[in-house]
């Protein structure tokens, strides 16, 4: 698939969540097949999701990079999923990917979440407040 329709796929996914007041993200196109996306995304609790992808789409979706960082209005982390190798003393066994939550030092083994996912979970946490 080429970058332009991965662009595509997240704009759609972040535009159709019910909870999404509104967004700001850049797509930059790095080939015909790898691009950088970085933005916010507000929810309607005051809440904001953070998001950053570096992604090479030329045989399946691969995110070289990613963070997924959700806070409340007050900027108080709710959760990150990133791959940064910065816990590696932690053998995790998803090990780069995991979640940290409520704080930096609250951190597990996860799965690497899409972006769909993410907003999903985000769904779930917002629909019990409202």
Known sequence: MRIEIYFRQVCQAIEACPVVQGFSVTYDKRGTYAGFISGEVHILDGSMLYLREFVDVEVAVERLTYVYHYADKSQGLI????N?????K?????YPHHKH???EGNVFSSSAP?????????????????
């Open 114 to 130: 899409d972006l769909p996912t993410v907003l999903r979970e985000i769904e779930s946490l917002v629909s019990l407040s409202l």
């Open 90 to 94: 932690l053998n995790l066994p998803s």
């Open 84 to 88: 940064t190798g910065h816990h590696r």
């Open 101 to 103: 939550e409520g704080d």
């Open 79 to 82: 959760f990150r999923y990133d």
